[in-house]
């Protein structure tokens, strides 16, 4: 195996800067499912420039335990939030191509969670940044949707799903966790992110630079993976491998 390989890379990244997942017992606790970008535009292939150009397991896996974990939630009549990207088309985000633009589609949610948009115990989201902490703030009343939603269901544990992991799944953990040491939400005990449920898009050098991409826009899926997983247990978050 080449020293190059991304996977390798992931092995000896676990090494240097490692990992722990744990199993979650949810047991008399408030607990609330944030789900964040499991749409089209991200997760379903050939649904615009940043969604997968072939099927991903990562991305499946991602879609599948989301699906599982999300029906367990609402069985149980536990609240969910579900973040979805949308832009207008004259509004960029750089350094990302146009990408889940209003009306195209591609800001829908994935056919595997559309049943979520009908759902009441779940209540969704749009975020026009990669921050759907940021997002979630209403330029007029400056209140903040997601705040207000933890404190009115009175969540003592969140738990995060969604894609991409190192990128808006991390800027949306680690600043709830900030929001939480600053106690904008005062019940809020343990911002928890279930692994198996998060996914991101994979790039890697030789494919950026065949479609004429400068070679710092390299995302090697595994890489990328572990480093968000990295950053947001360095912020305080809890990663675990199972959910009972």
């Known amino acids: 195996m080449s020293h190059r390989d991304p996977i390798d890379l992931a092995e000896r990244l676990q090494d240097e800067l490692p990992i722990a997942l744990s199993l979650l017992s949810l047991v ?3 607990c609330g499912l944030a789900i964040v970008d499991e749409q089209n535009g991200f997760a379903t292939v050939g649904a615009g420039p940043l969604a997968p ?18 029906r367990q ?32 589609g591609d ?22 940044c990669i921050n759907d902490f940021v997002g979630s703030i209403d330029p007029e009343t400056g209140r903040n949707r997601i705040v207000d939603w933890m404190n009115d269901n009175g969540i003592e544990d969140l738990v995060v ?3 991409c992991t190192d990128i808006c799944v991390a800027e949306f953990v680690t600043s709830m966790l900030s ?6 939400m005062p019940a809020l005990r343990d911002v928890v992110v279930y692994e198996p449920g998060c996914a991101t898009y994979d790039l890697p050098k030789a494919r950026a630079l065949a479609l004429g991409l400068p070679e710092t826009a390299a995302h090697p899926q595994a890489v990328a993976h572990h480093l968000g997983l990295y950053t947001m247990a360095s912020r305080g978050a809890r990663l675990v491998s199972s959910i009972a």
Request: glycine share 4%; net charge negative.
């Open 28 to 30: 008399d606790r408030r």
């Open 53 to 70: 150009t072939e099927p991903n397991p990562q991305i499946a896996r991602m879609i599948r335990e989301t699906d599982r974990l999300a």
């Open 73 to 104: 939630f609402v069985e149980r009549r536990l609240p969910v939030v579900v973040f979805l990207d949308h832009h207008d088309a004259d509004r960029p985000e750089p350094p990302y191509p146009p990408h889940c633009i209003v009306g195209s």
């Open 107 to 128: 800001e829908d949610l994935v056919p595997e969670l559309a049943w979520l948009a009908n759902c009441a115990e779940a209540t969704l989201i749009g975020a026009d």
């Open 161 to 163: 799903v969604g894609i």
């Open 179 to 184: 929001a939480r040491n600053h106690r904008m």
